[in-house]
Protein backbone atom coordinates (compact mmCIF):
# COMPACT_ATOMS: atom_id res chain seq x y z
CA UNK A 1 0.00 0.00 0.00
CA UNK A 2 2.35 2.98 -1.14
CA UNK A 3 1.31 6.24 -2.06
CA UNK A 4 0.02 6.68 -5.86
CA UNK A 5 2.49 6.73 -8.71
CA UNK A 6 2.69 9.63 -11.50
CA UNK A 7 1.32 6.86 -14.39
CA UNK A 8 -1.87 7.40 -11.90
CA UNK A 9 -2.21 11.16 -11.26
CA UNK A 10 -4.14 11.88 -14.46
CA UNK A 11 -7.30 10.02 -13.25
CA UNK A 12 -6.93 12.19 -9.39
CA UNK A 13 -9.69 15.08 -9.45
CA UNK A 14 -8.19 18.39 -9.11
CA UNK A 15 -10.12 19.13 -5.32
CA UNK A 16 -7.73 15.94 -4.20
CA UNK A 17 -4.72 17.10 -2.54
CA UNK A 18 -2.06 14.69 -2.89
CA UNK A 19 -1.46 13.77 0.30
CA UNK A 20 -4.53 11.63 0.71
CA UNK A 21 -3.72 9.58 -2.40
CA UNK A 22 -3.17 6.13 -1.92
CA UNK A 23 -3.07 3.53 -3.99
CA UNK A 24 -6.13 0.60 -3.18
CA UNK A 25 -7.13 -1.82 -5.80
CA UNK A 26 -9.48 -4.43 -3.71
CA UNK A 27 -10.22 -6.40 -6.54
CA UNK A 28 -6.81 -7.28 -8.38
CA UNK A 29 -4.20 -6.31 -5.85
CA UNK A 30 -1.78 -9.34 -5.24
CA UNK A 31 -1.12 -9.01 -2.15
CA UNK A 32 -5.11 -8.92 -0.90
CA UNK A 33 -5.25 -12.35 -2.83
CA UNK A 34 -1.71 -13.84 -0.72
CA UNK A 35 -3.31 -12.46 2.54
CA UNK A 36 -6.51 -10.35 2.72
CA UNK A 37 -6.67 -10.14 6.56
CA UNK A 38 -2.94 -8.76 7.46
CA UNK A 39 -3.35 -6.37 4.22
CA UNK A 40 -6.48 -5.03 5.55
CA UNK A 41 -5.28 -4.52 8.98
CA UNK A 42 -2.66 -2.20 7.54
CA UNK A 43 -5.71 0.23 7.84
CA UNK A 44 -5.21 1.24 11.00
CA UNK A 45 -2.03 2.94 10.12
CA UNK A 46 -3.34 4.76 7.07
CA UNK A 47 -5.43 8.39 7.18
CA UNK A 48 -9.23 7.84 8.43
CA UNK A 49 -10.13 8.78 4.80
CA UNK A 50 -7.99 8.03 1.63
CA UNK A 51 -8.36 8.48 -2.23
CA UNK A 52 -7.30 5.24 -4.49
CA UNK A 53 -6.87 6.23 -8.05
CA UNK A 54 -7.69 2.67 -9.03
CA UNK A 55 -10.57 1.06 -10.39
CA UNK A 56 -12.01 4.60 -11.91
CA UNK A 57 -11.15 6.62 -8.44
CA UNK A 58 -12.83 6.45 -5.53
CA UNK A 59 -12.40 7.51 -1.74
CA UNK A 60 -11.94 4.92 1.06
CA UNK A 61 -13.08 5.32 4.45
CA UNK A 62 -11.16 3.24 7.06
CA UNK A 63 -12.69 3.65 10.52
CA UNK A 64 -15.49 2.13 11.97
CA UNK A 65 -17.01 4.70 13.27
CA UNK A 66 -17.02 6.91 9.71
CA UNK A 67 -17.68 3.57 7.75
CA UNK A 68 -21.13 3.31 9.95
CA UNK A 69 -21.95 6.89 8.93
CA UNK A 70 -21.20 6.50 5.18
CA UNK A 71 -23.78 3.48 5.99
CA UNK A 72 -26.44 5.60 7.42
CA UNK A 73 -25.91 9.07 6.12
CA UNK A 74 -27.79 9.46 3.27
CA UNK A 75 -28.06 13.03 2.50
CA UNK A 76 -24.57 12.88 1.98
CA UNK A 77 -23.83 9.26 0.65
CA UNK A 78 -26.22 8.31 -1.61
CA UNK A 79 -26.72 4.61 -2.61
CA UNK A 80 -28.10 5.20 -6.01
CA UNK A 81 -24.28 3.83 -6.67
CA UNK A 82 -23.42 1.24 -4.79
CA UNK A 83 -21.03 -0.37 -7.33
CA UNK A 84 -16.90 0.11 -8.04
CA UNK A 85 -15.87 0.27 -10.57
CA UNK A 86 -18.75 3.08 -10.30
CA UNK A 87 -21.34 2.03 -13.36
CA UNK A 88 -23.01 4.91 -15.15
CA UNK A 89 -26.59 4.27 -15.57
CA UNK A 90 -26.92 0.97 -13.41
CA UNK A 91 -29.50 -1.39 -12.99
CA UNK A 92 -31.76 -0.37 -10.27
CA UNK A 93 -32.33 -2.40 -7.23
CA UNK A 94 -35.21 -2.07 -5.02
CA UNK A 95 -34.53 -1.44 -2.25
CA UNK A 96 -31.10 -0.84 -2.36
CA UNK A 97 -30.65 1.69 -4.98
CA UNK A 98 -32.93 4.15 -3.19
CA UNK A 99 -32.27 6.49 -0.42
CA UNK A 100 -35.05 7.55 1.96
CA UNK A 101 -37.99 8.40 1.79
CA UNK A 102 -38.34 6.02 -1.14
CA UNK A 103 -36.75 3.20 0.27
CA UNK A 104 -38.35 3.35 3.38
CA UNK A 105 -41.65 1.77 1.59
CA UNK A 106 -40.23 -0.89 -0.38
CA UNK A 107 -37.50 -1.64 2.60
CA UNK A 108 -41.17 -2.43 4.46
CA UNK A 109 -41.84 -5.28 2.17
CA UNK A 110 -38.39 -6.89 2.26
CA UNK A 111 -38.49 -6.94 6.42
CA UNK A 112 -42.05 -7.41 7.15
CA UNK A 113 -42.84 -9.41 4.28
CA UNK A 114 -40.47 -11.42 2.38
CA UNK A 115 -37.84 -11.91 4.96
CA UNK A 116 -40.72 -12.45 7.93
CA UNK A 117 -41.29 -15.67 10.39
CA UNK A 118 -43.84 -16.57 7.83
CA UNK A 119 -41.69 -16.76 4.76
CA UNK A 120 -38.61 -18.10 6.40
CA UNK A 121 -41.00 -20.69 8.72
CA UNK A 122 -39.21 -23.45 6.80
CA UNK A 123 -35.60 -21.72 6.96
CA UNK A 124 -34.40 -23.63 9.48
CA UNK A 125 -35.44 -26.97 8.38
CA UNK A 126 -34.70 -26.34 4.69
CA UNK A 127 -31.33 -25.69 5.51
CA UNK A 128 -30.83 -28.51 7.91
CA UNK A 129 -32.26 -30.68 5.36
CA UNK A 130 -29.96 -29.17 2.28
CA UNK A 131 -27.21 -29.80 5.02
CA UNK A 132 -27.12 -32.95 5.68
CA UNK A 133 -27.87 -34.13 2.01
CA UNK A 134 -24.83 -31.87 0.68
CA UNK A 135 -23.04 -33.89 3.21
CA UNK A 136 -23.79 -36.89 2.29
CA UNK A 137 -22.86 -36.28 -1.01
CA UNK A 138 -19.15 -35.35 0.10
CA UNK A 139 -15.94 -37.89 -1.12
CA UNK A 140 -15.73 -39.96 2.11
CA UNK A 141 -13.61 -37.55 4.63
CA UNK A 142 -12.97 -34.72 2.27
CA UNK A 143 -14.21 -31.97 0.32
CA UNK A 144 -13.99 -28.86 -1.78
CA UNK A 145 -15.80 -27.02 0.62
CA UNK A 146 -16.55 -23.66 -1.60
CA UNK A 147 -18.09 -25.75 -4.82
CA UNK A 148 -19.41 -28.50 -2.48
CA UNK A 149 -21.58 -26.65 -0.26
CA UNK A 150 -20.43 -23.25 0.30
CA UNK A 151 -21.93 -22.05 -3.49
CA UNK A 152 -24.46 -24.50 -3.13
CA UNK A 153 -26.30 -24.15 0.01
CA UNK A 154 -27.42 -20.74 -0.13
CA UNK A 155 -28.97 -21.26 -3.87
CA UNK A 156 -30.40 -24.34 -2.83
CA UNK A 157 -32.47 -22.63 0.10
CA UNK A 158 -33.16 -19.60 -1.79
CA UNK A 159 -34.41 -21.22 -4.78
CA UNK A 160 -36.72 -22.74 -2.74
CA UNK A 161 -38.10 -20.11 -0.74
CA UNK A 162 -38.34 -18.25 -3.91
CA UNK A 163 -39.73 -21.74 -5.95
CA UNK A 164 -37.13 -21.41 -8.60
CA UNK A 165 -35.78 -24.24 -10.58
CA UNK A 166 -32.80 -26.22 -9.19
CA UNK A 167 -31.96 -27.53 -12.69
CA UNK A 168 -30.07 -23.91 -12.81
CA UNK A 169 -28.47 -23.74 -9.62
CA UNK A 170 -25.12 -23.91 -11.23
CA UNK A 171 -25.71 -21.41 -14.44
CA UNK A 172 -26.21 -19.23 -11.13
CA UNK A 173 -23.53 -19.79 -9.78
CA UNK A 174 -21.60 -18.36 -12.75
CA UNK A 175 -23.76 -15.39 -13.08
CA UNK A 176 -22.95 -14.56 -9.10
CA UNK A 177 -19.59 -15.13 -9.60
CA UNK A 178 -19.31 -12.34 -12.47
CA UNK A 179 -21.17 -9.65 -10.95
CA UNK A 180 -18.99 -10.14 -7.55
CA UNK A 181 -15.49 -11.39 -8.22
CA UNK A 182 -15.26 -10.22 -12.30
CA UNK A 183 -12.16 -8.14 -12.38
CA UNK A 184 -13.82 -6.12 -15.03
CA UNK A 185 -16.55 -3.59 -15.65
CA UNK A 186 -17.07 -6.09 -18.29
CA UNK A 187 -17.37 -8.97 -16.11
CA UNK A 188 -19.53 -7.60 -13.78
CA UNK A 189 -22.18 -6.52 -16.45
CA UNK A 190 -22.15 -9.98 -18.05
CA UNK A 191 -23.31 -11.46 -14.74
CA UNK A 192 -26.04 -8.69 -14.36
CA UNK A 193 -27.27 -9.46 -18.02
CA UNK A 194 -27.49 -13.12 -17.72
CA UNK A 195 -29.12 -13.21 -14.33
CA UNK A 196 -31.40 -10.69 -15.35
CA UNK A 197 -32.38 -12.67 -18.36
CA UNK A 198 -32.97 -15.46 -16.23
CA UNK A 199 -35.10 -13.34 -13.88
CA UNK A 200 -37.24 -11.97 -16.79
CA UNK A 201 -38.53 -15.37 -18.11
CA UNK A 202 -38.91 -16.56 -14.83
CA UNK A 203 -40.89 -13.66 -13.74
CA UNK A 204 -43.25 -14.21 -16.37
CA UNK A 205 -43.86 -17.28 -15.96
CA UNK A 206 -44.79 -17.30 -12.72
CA UNK A 207 -47.18 -13.70 -13.32
CA UNK A 208 -48.95 -15.99 -16.45
CA UNK A 209 -49.59 -19.11 -13.18
CA UNK A 210 -49.04 -17.16 -9.73
CA UNK A 211 -50.74 -20.37 -7.79
CA UNK A 212 -48.53 -22.55 -9.54
CA UNK A 213 -45.34 -21.28 -7.35
CA UNK A 214 -44.89 -22.56 -3.86
CA UNK A 215 -42.41 -20.87 -2.52
CA UNK A 216 -43.09 -19.12 0.72
CA UNK A 217 -40.82 -16.17 -0.26
CA UNK A 218 -42.46 -15.60 -3.71
CA UNK A 219 -46.13 -15.87 -2.51
CA UNK A 220 -45.19 -12.72 0.23
CA UNK A 221 -43.57 -10.71 -2.43
CA UNK A 222 -46.29 -11.50 -4.99
CA UNK A 223 -49.11 -10.47 -2.18
CA UNK A 224 -47.22 -6.69 -1.19
CA UNK A 225 -48.54 -3.81 -2.09
CA UNK A 226 -46.93 -0.10 -1.85
CA UNK A 227 -48.79 2.84 -1.66
CA UNK A 228 -51.99 1.15 -1.57
CA UNK A 229 -51.50 -0.69 -4.98
CA UNK A 230 -49.99 -3.97 -5.88
CA UNK A 231 -46.73 -4.35 -6.99
CA UNK A 232 -46.11 -3.78 -10.92
CA UNK A 233 -43.70 -6.12 -13.04
CA UNK A 234 -40.92 -3.89 -13.08
CA UNK A 235 -40.74 -3.22 -9.44
CA UNK A 236 -41.24 -7.02 -9.01
CA UNK A 237 -38.80 -7.79 -11.45
CA UNK A 238 -35.81 -4.90 -9.73
CA UNK A 239 -36.63 -6.50 -6.43
CA UNK A 240 -36.65 -9.96 -7.22
CA UNK A 241 -32.65 -8.92 -8.95
CA UNK A 242 -31.99 -7.55 -5.29
CA UNK A 243 -32.88 -10.90 -4.20
CA UNK A 244 -31.08 -12.83 -6.72
CA UNK A 245 -28.03 -10.71 -6.24
CA UNK A 246 -27.94 -9.25 -3.02
CA UNK A 247 -27.38 -11.60 -0.66
CA UNK A 248 -26.56 -15.46 -1.80
CA UNK A 249 -22.57 -14.67 -2.52
CA UNK A 250 -22.23 -12.49 0.83
CA UNK A 251 -23.00 -15.75 2.87
CA UNK A 252 -21.02 -17.99 0.82
CA UNK A 253 -18.33 -15.89 1.11
CA UNK A 254 -18.98 -15.55 4.80
CA UNK A 255 -18.44 -19.07 4.99
CA UNK A 256 -15.38 -20.10 3.34
CA UNK A 257 -13.17 -18.03 5.49
CA UNK A 258 -14.98 -19.19 8.76
CA UNK A 259 -14.64 -22.84 7.87
CA UNK A 260 -10.91 -22.44 7.00
CA UNK A 261 -10.31 -20.39 10.02
CA UNK A 262 -11.87 -23.31 11.84
CA UNK A 263 -10.19 -25.79 10.28
CA UNK A 264 -6.45 -24.18 11.07
CA UNK A 265 -7.75 -23.75 14.80
CA UNK A 266 -8.91 -27.25 16.51
CA UNK A 267 -8.97 -25.05 19.93
CA UNK A 268 -11.84 -22.93 18.41
CA UNK A 269 -13.34 -25.91 16.65
CA UNK A 270 -13.97 -27.89 19.76
CA UNK A 271 -15.09 -24.87 22.03
CA UNK A 272 -18.27 -24.87 19.75
CA UNK A 273 -18.82 -29.02 19.03
CA UNK A 274 -18.61 -28.76 22.94
CA UNK A 275 -20.66 -25.91 23.72
CA UNK A 276 -23.16 -25.17 20.50
CA UNK A 277 -25.17 -22.46 23.06
CA UNK A 278 -21.98 -20.42 22.24
CA UNK A 279 -22.39 -20.49 18.34
CA UNK A 280 -24.78 -17.56 18.31
CA UNK A 281 -22.50 -15.21 19.52
CA UNK A 282 -19.26 -16.76 18.03
CA UNK A 283 -21.27 -16.09 14.45
CA UNK A 284 -21.58 -12.83 15.32
CA UNK A 285 -17.36 -12.75 15.73
CA UNK A 286 -16.95 -14.43 13.04
CA UNK A 287 -19.06 -11.25 11.16
CA UNK A 288 -16.98 -8.95 12.75
CA UNK A 289 -13.56 -10.50 11.86
CA UNK A 290 -14.12 -12.07 8.54
CA UNK A 291 -16.23 -8.80 7.03
CA UNK A 292 -16.31 -9.25 3.10
CA UNK A 293 -18.04 -6.71 1.12
CA UNK A 294 -16.54 -3.51 -0.19
CA UNK A 295 -19.72 -1.12 -0.38
CA UNK A 296 -19.67 1.54 -2.67
CA UNK A 297 -22.00 4.63 -2.13
CA UNK A 298 -21.62 8.05 -4.09
CA UNK A 299 -21.10 11.64 -2.38
CA UNK A 300 -24.91 13.20 -2.95
CA UNK A 301 -23.62 16.50 -2.94
CA UNK A 302 -20.33 18.65 -2.31
CA UNK A 303 -19.43 18.88 1.48
CA UNK A 304 -16.92 19.13 4.12
CA UNK A 305 -16.44 15.98 5.75
CA UNK A 306 -13.92 15.59 8.52
CA UNK A 307 -11.66 17.30 6.68
CA UNK A 308 -12.23 16.09 3.35
CA UNK A 309 -13.56 18.01 0.84
CA UNK A 310 -16.20 15.27 -1.73
CA UNK A 311 -17.78 16.89 -4.92
CA UNK A 312 -21.26 15.14 -5.85
CA UNK A 313 -20.81 12.06 -7.66
CA UNK A 314 -17.56 11.08 -6.14
CA UNK A 315 -17.60 7.01 -5.43
CA UNK A 316 -17.01 5.86 -2.15
CA UNK A 317 -16.04 2.91 -0.50
CA UNK A 318 -17.96 1.74 2.84
CA UNK A 319 -15.66 -1.75 3.98
CA UNK A 320 -17.62 -4.16 6.36
CA UNK A 321 -13.58 -5.91 6.63
CA UNK A 322 -11.94 -2.76 7.05
CA UNK A 323 -14.56 -1.77 9.45
CA UNK A 324 -14.60 -4.86 11.56
CA UNK A 325 -10.69 -4.78 11.82
CA UNK A 326 -10.39 -1.11 12.97
CA UNK A 327 -8.26 -1.54 16.31
CA UNK A 328 -9.61 1.44 17.87
CA UNK A 329 -13.70 -0.35 18.07
CA UNK A 330 -12.08 -3.79 18.05
CA UNK A 331 -8.34 -4.25 20.16
CA UNK A 332 -6.05 -6.68 18.63
CA UNK A 333 -9.03 -7.40 15.95
CA UNK A 334 -6.87 -9.90 13.93
CA UNK A 335 -7.95 -12.00 17.27
CA UNK A 336 -10.95 -14.28 17.06
CA UNK A 337 -12.54 -14.11 20.49
CA UNK A 338 -15.78 -15.58 21.08
CA UNK A 339 -16.32 -13.99 24.31
CA UNK A 340 -15.94 -10.30 22.69
CA UNK A 341 -19.26 -8.36 22.89
CA UNK A 342 -20.58 -10.93 25.81
CA UNK A 343 -23.17 -13.44 25.64
CA UNK A 344 -25.18 -11.58 22.70
CA UNK A 345 -21.98 -10.98 20.78
CA UNK A 346 -20.10 -7.89 19.32
CA UNK A 347 -21.54 -5.32 17.89
CA UNK A 348 -20.23 -5.11 14.21
CA UNK A 349 -21.35 -3.42 10.55
CA UNK A 350 -21.30 -7.11 8.77
CA UNK A 351 -25.00 -6.03 7.15
CA UNK A 352 -24.27 -2.46 7.52
CA UNK A 353 -25.98 0.10 9.48
CA UNK A 354 -28.77 2.91 9.26
CA UNK A 355 -31.87 2.47 6.97
CA UNK A 356 -29.84 0.48 4.87
CA UNK A 357 -29.19 -2.41 7.47
CA UNK A 358 -29.59 -5.51 5.75
CA UNK A 359 -33.06 -7.13 6.14
CA UNK A 360 -31.82 -10.29 5.22
CA UNK A 361 -29.48 -10.68 8.12
CA UNK A 362 -31.91 -13.54 9.88
CA UNK A 363 -31.35 -15.41 6.90
CA UNK A 364 -27.36 -15.13 6.63
CA UNK A 365 -26.97 -15.85 10.30
CA UNK A 366 -29.14 -18.90 10.24
CA UNK A 367 -27.29 -20.67 7.52
CA UNK A 368 -23.93 -19.97 9.02
CA UNK A 369 -25.22 -21.08 12.45
CA UNK A 370 -26.82 -24.15 10.93
CA UNK A 371 -23.24 -24.84 9.14
CA UNK A 372 -21.70 -24.85 12.20
CA UNK A 373 -24.25 -27.02 14.52
CA UNK A 374 -24.75 -29.65 11.72
CA UNK A 375 -20.75 -30.00 9.97
CA UNK A 376 -18.27 -29.65 13.03
CA UNK A 377 -19.56 -32.44 14.53
CA UNK A 378 -19.83 -34.39 11.41
CA UNK A 379 -16.03 -33.40 10.59
CA UNK A 380 -13.88 -34.86 13.43
CA UNK A 381 -10.04 -33.71 13.15
CA UNK A 382 -10.88 -31.04 10.54
CA UNK A 383 -7.71 -29.57 8.97
CA UNK A 384 -6.79 -28.51 5.24
CA UNK A 385 -6.12 -31.30 2.92
CA UNK A 386 -2.13 -32.04 2.93
CA UNK A 387 -0.31 -30.34 0.46
CA UNK A 388 -3.29 -28.39 -0.74
CA UNK A 389 -3.17 -24.56 -1.16
CA UNK A 390 -5.63 -22.22 0.02
CA UNK A 391 -6.12 -19.18 -2.35
CA UNK A 392 -8.13 -15.99 -1.90
CA UNK A 393 -10.51 -14.48 -4.68
CA UNK A 394 -10.87 -10.75 -4.46
CA UNK A 395 -13.77 -8.61 -5.18
CA UNK A 396 -16.56 -6.97 -4.45
CA UNK A 397 -16.99 -9.77 -2.18
CA UNK A 398 -13.81 -11.58 -0.63
CA UNK A 399 -14.05 -15.41 -0.67
CA UNK A 400 -11.78 -18.48 -1.33
CA UNK A 401 -10.86 -20.02 -4.52
CA UNK A 402 -10.93 -23.28 -3.12
CA UNK A 403 -10.92 -25.17 0.47
CA UNK A 404 -9.85 -28.71 0.16
CA UNK A 405 -10.93 -30.11 3.62
CA UNK A 406 -10.59 -33.51 4.87
CA UNK A 407 -11.15 -35.23 8.34
CA UNK A 408 -11.40 -38.42 9.85
CA UNK A 409 -14.62 -40.42 9.08
Known amino acids: MQPAAAPVSASIPAHVPPERVLRFDFRNDPEIARD ?16 SPDLGGYWVVT ?14 FT ?16 PNNFDPPEHTKYRRIFAQALFS ?15 RGLFDEFPRGQCEFVHDYAYKLPIDVFFTLMGFDH ?23 RGFERSNAFVSAWLDEQLAN ?16 VDGRALTREELHSMTMMLFSGGLDTVTSQMTHIMQFLAESPEHRTALVENQDAIPAAVEEFLRRFGISHIGRMAAKDFEYHGVTFKAGDPVMASTPISGLDARMFPEPLNVDFNRGGRKGVKHLGFGAGVHLCP ?10 IMLEELLPRMQNLRIKSGEAVLNQPGATMMLKALPLEWDS
Do not use: C
Open 167 to 189: SRRDEAIGWIHDIFRGSTLEDTW
Open 36 to 51: PWAYLAKMNDLPDIFF
Open 360 to 369: GAYFARTLIR
Open 63 to 76: RYDLIGEVFSNHEM
Open 117 to 131: PRALATLEDDARRYT
Open 79 to 94: AKSLAIPKIENPMILI
Open 210 to 225: PEANQGRMFKALFSST
